[in-house]
Every structure is written in structure tokens, then in C-alpha cells.
């Protein structure tokens, strides 16, 4: 079955340290979003990419690095320069002006 | 900047009606809705398009008035599982921005038996 998959689904970082979350996606999709949800809040986006070797930041980009090696993955480091990483990280794809399909998401708290 | 949603929580009986908005500040080219569970990633539910294309999974239906930048969401009949929080997301011209959503607060929906 086609489909988005995140891991880990709980992440727990010490202060001053980097961890990755992993995004992987097996629909063929060009396009893949990482979005932060804070609780009770809407999303906002960290980061973006349209096509492999490419990505633009987002609205809350300061603190977060990704990359795009592979049309399929699209990992997202959240760096010791993020203050309060503490959040719900959503990845999604989509083929261009259509809908996005989301991963069940990363629940990431600092210690 | 960030879609406006109204109302911001909405409480119905199953088999009551509701409207949920989204405004934008600037022209849009599309506007698309999801639902999420708590816990749980968002869903995709329709998208519309300037020019009146829509494309939809389930049967909720939705209207995109293009001159006033405003969206509206149609709970109709409400089932028990028509509960979560709804968000729109809106995206200007692609040329200049690419596939890009800007997502609403969300609106709160509680749908009781």
C-alpha cells in the first residue's frame, strides 16, 4: 500500500542536542512539507521541497535543517539552535495543486 | 499571513447543520480543507479552485468565493464522526509560491448523539 511513514513516533531530546526525523513516502510524489503543531494550534510550515536537490524555507525555518537526496525521503534535523522544539512535526507529499497526504506524525519533546 | 477561521469552536447534535469560514487577506488561487483527529494526522477532505474546479472524497460540501478570498465548509446532517478540529489552507498564485498552504487556527467541531 502507498503511503507516508514517520519515525519514531516519540522523540525525546536532551537540551543542546540534534535529532532527525525521518520522512518516507512511497506515493511517487514530487512535493514534501514538513509543519509544526503546537497544541491546539494550526500548522505551520517548516520547510518545503518541490523536487529532488531542492527545498525553501517556510515560515518557522530558523533552528531546522533538511535535505532531499532521494525523491522518496525527505528528513527533517532539529538543531540545538531551536529553542523550544518541543511540538507535534507533520510531514506530507503531493504532486503539485493537489491535495497532501499526511505521515501519523512525530511527537518530539526536549528534556 | 494566516488564514482567519470562524467560528473558532462549534457544538451540534447529531443531525444538525454548521458552517465553518476561512478569510483570507490575499487573492487565492485555491483554498483546501481537512479534519483532524486528536492525536492523529490531518485528512484531506476537498480542495477548491479558482475557476470553480473542486475535488472531494466524502460528502461535505464547500463553496470558494473568489472575490471576497472566503471559504466555507458545509457540516450538513452531522454524524458523531464529523468530530474533530477542521483547518483550511489557503494557497496564493502557484507561479510565485509553488504548492504551498497556509493553514487556518482551525475550527473545533463537537458533534454529540
Known amino acids: 500500500d502507498g503511503g507516508i511513514t514517520q519515525s519514531p513516533k516519540y522523540l525525546f531530546r536532551k537540551e543542546g542536542q540534534n535529532v532527525t526525523l525521518s520522512c518516507e513516502q512511497n506515493?511517487?510524489?514530487?512535493?514534501m512539507y514538513w509543519y509544526r503543531q503546537d497544541p491546539g494550534q494550526g500548522l505551520r510550515l517548516i520547510y518545503y521541497s518541490q523536487i529532488v536537490n531542492d527545498f525553501q524555507k517556510g515560515d518557522i525555518a530558523e533552528g531546522y535543517s533538511v535535505s532531499r537526496e532521494k525523491k522518496e525521503s525527505f528528513p527533517l534535523t532539529v538543531t540545538s539552535a531551536q529553542k523550544n522544539p518541543t511540538a507535534f512535526y507533520l510531514c506530507?507529499?503531493?504532486?503539485?495543486?493537489?491535495?497532501?497526504?499526511f505521515g501519523p506524525g512525530t511527537r518530539l519533546t526536549v528534556l | 499571513q494566516q488564514p482567519v477561521q470562524s467560528p473558532q469552536a462549534v457544538i451540534l447534535r447529531e443531525g444538525e447543520d454548521a458552517v465553518i469560514n476561512c478569510s483570507s487577506s490575499?487573492?487565492?488561487?485555491?483554498v483546501h480543507w481537512y479534519r483532524q483527529k486528536h492525536g492523529e494526522a490531518p485528512v484531506f477532505l476537498m480542495i477548491l479552485l479558482k475557476g470553480g474546479e473542486q475535488k472531494g472524497h466524502e460528502k461535505i460540501s464547500a463553496s470558494f468565493n473568489e472575490k471576497k478570498q472566503q471559504s466555507s465548509l458545509y457540516l450538513t446532517a452531522s454524524q458523531l464522526s464529523y468530530s474533530g478540529t477542521y483547518f483550511c489552507g489557503t494557497e496564493p498564485d502557484p507561479k510565485a509560491a509553488g504548492n504551498k498552504l497556509t493553514f487556518g487556527g482551525g475550527t473545533r467541531v463537537l458533534v454529540k448523539p
Open positions: 506530507a507529499s503531493s504532486i503539485a495543486l493537489n491535495e497532501q497526504f
Open positions: 490575499k487573492a487565492l488561487y485555491s
Open positions: 506515493l511517487n510524489h514530487d512535493a
